[in-house]
T-cell receptor
Framework: GQNIDQPTEMTATEGAIVQINCTYQ??????LFWYQQHAGEAPTFLSY??LDGLEEKGRFSSFLSRSKGYSYLLLKELQMKDSASYLC??????????WGAGTKLIIKP | GAVVSQHPSWVICKSGTSVKIECRSL??????MFWYRQFPKQSLMLMAT?????????EQGVEKDKFLINHASLTLSTLTVTSAHPEDSSFYIC???????????FGPGTRLTVT
């Protein structure tokens, strides 16, 4: 079956760094997306990885290891507005995104 | 670029009535559009996938006669919730893809409340 595993909730301090891990199992693989979703809003795109390695985009970086079925999202210089849910969504062989419940990130002053 | 709009952003309707939600890609042609439903504190649940000019593909457990999807053009898809019941109250979100790498661009969502 298809499965995504992320921590349910994480807490971090403003200005710090946090890493959100994601392990996945899919039928085929066509890359992995990370989305951010604020409460009551639709998801917004953060990053896309299809090859192994680290993709850096400003304060956010995303890493992928296809052989391990593993990805992480790294957020640096945390700001209060980063409080949101972060969704790891791998794409299967049918180009369908597989969604888990995401990780709720709470930022404290 | 890649902006998706949804209308209305929220709607309240009476049980038994039908509600239509529109999803538009404003600055690109969407090869595929997706409809999701999300209950509070739960993950996104894909309801159906639609391509312009063809019938939508519904996920298992989603009633196609209740959730009517029309994808009339490359920039417009509509979801009609027919004979709505209170249990249909949810956050409905559409997304659109313009092809490889098949990133989905999300609309702002429509909050439906059935009384």
């Amino acid at each position: 079956g298809q499965n995504i595993d992320q921590p349910t909730e994480m807490t971090a301090t403003e200005g710090a760094i946090v890493q959100i891990n994601c392990t996945y199992q899919t039928s085929g693989f066509n890359g992995l997306f990370w989305y951010q979703q604020h409460a009551g809003e639709a998801p917004t795109f953060l990053s896309y990885n299809v090859l192994d390695g680290l993709e850096e985009k400003g304060r956010f970086s995303s890493f992928l290891s296809r052989s391990k079925g593993y990805s992480y999202l790294l957020l640096k210089e945390l700001q209060m507005k980063d409080s949101a849910s972060y969704l790891c969504a791998p794409m299967d062989s049918n180009y369908q995104l597989i969604w888990g419940a995401g990780t709720k990130l709470i930022i404290k002053p | 670029g890649a902006v998706v709009s949804q209308h209305p952003s929220w709607v309240i309707c009476k049980s038994g009535t039908s509600v239509k939600i529109e999803c538009r890609s404003l600055d690109f042609q969407a090869t595929t559009m997706f409809w999701y439903r999300q209950f509070p504190k739960q993950s996104l649940m894909l309801m159906a996938t639609s391509n312009e000019g063809s019938k939508a593909t519904y996920e298992q457990g989603v009633e196609k006669d209740k959730f009517l999807i029309n994808h009339a053009s490359l920039t417009l898809s509509t979801l009609t919730v027919t004979s709505a019941h209170p249990e249909d109250s949810s956050f409905y979100i559409c997304s659109a893809s313009k092809g490889e790498p098949y990133e989905q661009y999300f609309g702002p969502g429509t909050r439906l409340t059935v009384t």
